[in-house]
């Protein structure tokens, strides 16, 4: 079984990152449709008689966004890859570098590649979406299509070192990646101490096991919820059978999350779940689509589907979550097609005022 | 003639702000739409056998934009309101405050209001975006509608201040306002040093003239250049004029930036553009929905009309602005409703990629 990754690990990735990685704002959301736009922790007037030491602990409301759809390339993918590819050594990474990815990170494998002037290449699934693939494209990479489960996708990746002696940069299962994905749980950490619940998209796991690291070390007594859609549930299985479950790519490929479709989860990710997670929650497609308009009509953030699970679990499904007093939901990219996003906007709240009462930290 | 705002008024406000205002972050954005998503700086392979402290230097694009779309009110104004109204004192603040506003500044002067336990009322024009409105409603504030026009608008906060023993909060034309906003020049030259063009909507004059004076003081070899609307280019032509001139409300409310339609700057404004303000370009309405859609796609922002502007400038205009190697553009906000920014979202680019071939700093 192998070991964790490690706080030192992640502290490491953090510094090959300054500069390369954005550091993203935690931005206030209103947790509720009903919800007033103050501060909900804060009363009206409940600083009339304060100093400002006291405003500016109580200025913010509980629910904070990290927003990672800010980054350079759109998603905090940039940060694994970047991370990984520049801890190669120099001979290997020469050679150049390979990636499969349903977009996101096969976008941040170009840009990291670009970088460090290493030819990239991509191995994308036949539905990924466009605006992702030709990002990756425009910054040089080669792509390269394949059918869209995790077995074709490997299968391509392992054809391709072999031929041409290129080092993969696997999306998630990897422990230089997941400490560079672990560097957002370091900065909720330094800009939000007391943090207690830190809400985190699931796809493959390599994100929530960062960031679950990094709390675990930095704010023990926070808790790390994953979430993923009910259309792609496998790591929530995963976590209640104690060991790693598939969904096969037929079922999960349905959810509009389209970032989030792996069949499971990698096998070191699924060591931080069992370790460090303390729970998984789902949501629907048309919990993901309303937290998609409440982000941008609210925070003015742009949220791809798999990136606004998050905040839906918080907005939707906060009985679900441990209670909290300070809760921060990871905005994980923002790479959706405009028109999908224009549609987004088009259309009134379809989840009813009712389920969404029960806001975060009730 | 009145001083200019000084570099110690606007750090007291940094200090009165600190956990008030968020610290927003400068995200990159590629320059034109025929660019790659690659930095533009960096030429692919420079860094493969530099230091990571090089790419700390390189890794950014030239255009970085300042989000302050992301502050808790969607705007910059946030800044100002709370400044001013925090600097007051407690036995004039106690009996509330007055202002008026096309629909930030009243949103802006109704959440500060609430944090400081204060009365608020906002006056705002008949043709006020309705989601301003709204946001200012929920907040608590007391809604008295005018005429759009500066004059009317400037009647009836007298007549309420008057009446009521109101404190007026004047949305530009105010020191305090001015100094608040001056923060995000201040922020502005601490995390972008070797910034060398800032660029600034202009409305009333209220955030270019902060910014101004804080660029100034700070990095004395940058220029500040503002941007309106041409449709309303009142600030160019004081500029050029060397004093106030004033666009009648019914031809400058016909540009889409809401935000921007005061009918002239104010009088310490004008002191500011005189001294301080390198330069005024104009934009086109298409070119402010051309740079909305960008910002949306590219940088997963979501910009007003009004907000829009600097980075419109940016993309379209670059060849009347001022060589640069390290631009910023201020996005001064985000409230817009969200059935208009769905449909700039459906269209594609409606400008050139001609136009836009000279993007910033040739």
């Not at 800010?70 to 120099?90: E, H, M």
């Not at 499969?100 to 036949?126: D, F």
């Not at 990002?135 to 394949?146: D, F």
């Not at 839906?312 to 009985?319: D, G, I």
Request: hydrophobic share 50%; glycine share 8%.
């Amino acid at each position: 079984m192998p070991d964790l990754v490690s706080i030192d690990e992640i502290r490491a990735a953090a510094v090959r990152l300054d500069g390369i990685a954005l550091r993203t704002p935690l931005v206030p959301l209103r947790t509720s449709p009903d919800a007033t736009f103050a501060p909900d922790s804060l009363a009206p007037g409940s600083l009339a008689t304060g100093s400002l030491a006291a405003a500016t602990r109580t200025a913010w409301p509980r629910l904070l966004v990290k927003a990672e759809s800010l980054q350079p390339t759109g998603a905090f993918k940039v940060r694994g890859a970047y991370n990984a590819i520049s801890a190669l050594p120099a001979e290997l990474r020469g050679r150049g570098v390979v990636a499969h990815s349903s977009g996101n990170h096969a976008r941040a494998v170009a840009y990291a590649a670009a970088l460090l002037g290493v030819p990239a290449t991509v191995v994308v699934p036949t539905n990924a979406p466009r605006v992702k693939v030709a990002a990756a494209r425009s910054l040089g990479a080669q792509i390269v299509t394949c059918e869209p489960s995790l077995a074709a996708r490997v299968a391509t990746v392992d054809e391709l070192a072999a031929r041409h002696g290129y080092a993969p940069i696997p999306p998630f299962d990897h422990r230089d990646v997941i400490a560079g994905q672990g560097t957002v749980g370091l900065e909720i950490a330094a800009d939000c101490p007391d943090v207690d619940l830190v809400v985190c998209p699931v796809g493959g796991g390599g994100l929530v096991s960062g960031v679950a690291a990094a709390i675990a070390a930095t704010c023990p007594g926070a808790r790390v919820v994953g979430v993923e859609p009910e259309l792609a549930a496998d790591a929530r299985d995963s976590l209640r059978h104690g060991h790693r479950v598939a969904w096969p790519a037929t079922d999960a490929q349905r959810t509009i999350a389209d970032a989030l479709r792996a069949d499971q989860v990698g096998e070191l990710p699924m060591q931080h779940l069992l370790g460090q997670v303390h729970d998984i929650v789902m949501v629907t497609e048309e919990e993901i689509l309303a937290a998609m308009r409440l982000l941008a009509t609210d925070a003015r953030l742009v949220a791809e589907p798999g990136g606004a699970v998050a905040v839906a679990a918080c907005l939707f499904r906060a009985r679900e979550l441990p209670a909290a007093s300070r809760c921060v939901a990871i905005l994980s990219g923002g790479n959706v097609d405009p028109e999908l996003l224009a549609s987004v906007l088009g259309q009134e709240d379809r989840v009813g005022a009712g389920q969404a009462a029960g806001a975060v930290a009730p």
